[in-house]
């Protein structure tokens, strides 16, 4: 695998970003990419390591540790080493239909999870996986491929995000007619409008591979919600021979304070998805951040793509509330490998802010306790207090206002991204589905059968928020089990 002394010879490299002041002008993605002879240097550093983690996809401590969708990492990065790009990119395409997205938004828990990792930083994963499949592009190895028989069997997906997409993509394989139906006006979901384009282009990454689908019978519906007065849920079952749903967990966590109904309080993900749409140039108004100063509560993600948004719209500050504390430089002791790794990270978004204003726009341990206004109903500032987490009386840690630490902190946008409670209820009503104490689809991981014969489950509306590339390993499982339940027998991995 790779070099047997190249961990020894080489150190970690990875490619370079445009330069933050730079890249904050516009909406083109920020990542460069390396050339060959560097990408191979890199490969060849994937020890002959005996056990790899880095492709087993196991839960540890709640965290994914390894690549969920089983990427066969050791192979392909040694197939780079030796230039082998074709051969590699078959490789990559064993396990993962879409290795442009994962090499762009994945947050690599293959790297996290490396053997190398112990003791040096981890093998360059994640910048070779999405360099592997956009040679393939470039070289036209990537084309339509249709499958060689139909069943005559017809399959519903709803939801046209990651776990729809594999879905989708692999029912295809096996012969189904598949039709996947998205209620926005573009195919996608969070790829489409959840992540902005300057993580993950829209036109030259998105939509290439949704005409590649089409291209390979995929039917894509789109301004429709399954559920509605215009397609009753009951249309599914009666016009088609199994579905799978794959609607996200859309529901986001709200913040209940004084002052929650003012102008300007929005949730991040109508942020987001408005802002996509104007760089897209459709249709919605855009919710703008300009000469604003933004207060986005909650990190992760979804807070960062809030951070790097409101610069590019041209804010006059951007503050970045967590309630958590700031994670330490390196390993705790019970955060051992190969567990994810909890440690602090300065991401794009952080970095621009930075470079634009001068510091990190984080504050940790900070909550809002309330929102004022300036009267005509526009919020202008938001209230603050600084907590400390403590043990109630069933011994759970819980955030407690430490008295004196208040503030008022200037507010012209407040964006609210702490995360989603679970998905949409109405279309799980409408179809009688059992769920979990959650509000998930009940299916067991494995098996993606709902309540309902011929109707299976997959990605965040099962599991609950999580990571695009288990939404991935999920859609392609429920399409194993749904090709099981319409054949009786599957070829599908």
């Known amino acids: 695998m790779g070099k047997i002394t190249g961990f020894l010879e080489y150190q970690r490299e990875v490619p370079a970003d445009r330069e933050p002041l730079e890249r904050i002008k516009g909406w083109n993605e920020f990542h460069l990419h390396m050339d060959d002879e560097a990408l191979r240097t890199q490969g060849a550093r994937c020890m002959d390591c005996g056990i790899p983690f880095c492709h087993t996809g196991k839960l540890i401590s709640g965290m994914a540790s390894g690549c969920p ?16 790009w074709r051969q590699a990119l078959d490789r990559l395409h064993k396990t993962n239909n879409f290795p442009e997205f994962t090499g762009r938004v994945c947050p690599a828990p293959c790297e996290g999870s490396c053997t190398l990792g112990i ?17 393939g592009f470039d070289e036209g190895w990537i084309v339509p491929v249709l499958p060689q028989v139909r069943t005559g069997k017809r399959v519903a997906v709803v939801g046209s995000g990651p776990a729809g997409l594999s879905a989708a993509a692999q029912l295809n394989r096996a012969g189904h007619s598949v039709t996947v139906f998205e209620r926005e006006d573009l195919p996608g979901g969070l790829l489409m409008y959840g992540i902005p384009n300057m993580k993950l282009d829209k036109r030259q990454v998105v939509q290439r591979r949704i005409k590649l689908m089409e291209a390979e019978g995929i039917t894509f519906v789109c301004n429709t919600e399954i559920g509605s007065a215009a397609f009753p849920a009951d249309r599914l079952r009666s016009e088609f021979d199994a579905v ?3 609607t996200g967990a859309t529901v986001p966590r709200d913040l209940p304070v004084e002052g929650r109904a003012l102008d300007g309080v929005h949730f991040a993900m109508d942020f987001l998805t408005a802002n996509t749409k104007g760089v897209l140039n459709r249709s919605g108004d855009v919710i703008s951040a ?7 509560i909650g990190g992760g993600d979804t807070g960062t793509d809030c951070v790097g948004t409101s610069l590019r719209h041209g ?7 967590e309630i958590m504390p700031r994670s330490p430089e390196e390993r705790a002791a019970d955060n051992p490998w190969p567990e994810w790794p909890k440690i602090h990270k300065v991401d794009y978004g952080q970095e621009e802010a930075a470079a634009k204003f001068g510091a990190d726009p984080r504050t940790y341990l900070t909550t809002a306790t309330g929102f004022e206004g300036d009267g005509n109903g526009t919020v202008t500032a938001v209230r603050t207090v600084e ?28 964006l609210l991204a702490m995360g989603f409670l679970g998905p949409e209820q109405a279309l799980l009503d409408a179809l009688g589905l059992e769920r979990d104490p959650r509000s998930n689809v009940r299916a067991d991981y494995g098996r993606y059968a709902t309540s309902l014969p011929g109707v299976f489950a997959a990605g965040d509306c099962r599991r609950g928020q999580s990571l695009v590339v288990w939404a991935f390993n999920e859609g392609r499982g429920a399409a194993r089990e749904c090709d099981r339940y319409l054949m009786g027998s599957t070829e599908l991995p």
């Open 69 to 84: 969708v089983n990427n066969l990492i050791p192979e392909w990065n040694d197939l780079v080493y030796r230039n082998l």
């Open 119 to 135: 003791i040096d930083p981890p093998v360059t994963i994640k910048n070779i996986e999405v360099s592997i499949v956009e040679r």
């Open 244 to 246: 799978v749903l794959a």
């Open 290 to 296: 300009r000469d604003k100063d933004v207060v986005i």
């Open 315 to 321: 804010c006059r500050s951007v503050t970045q509330l």
């Open 387 to 414: 907590v400390a987490w403590e043990k109630n009386d069933r011994g759970q840690f819980t955030p407690k206002p430490v008295p004196g630490t208040e503030q008022v902190r200037p507010a012209g946008l407040v």
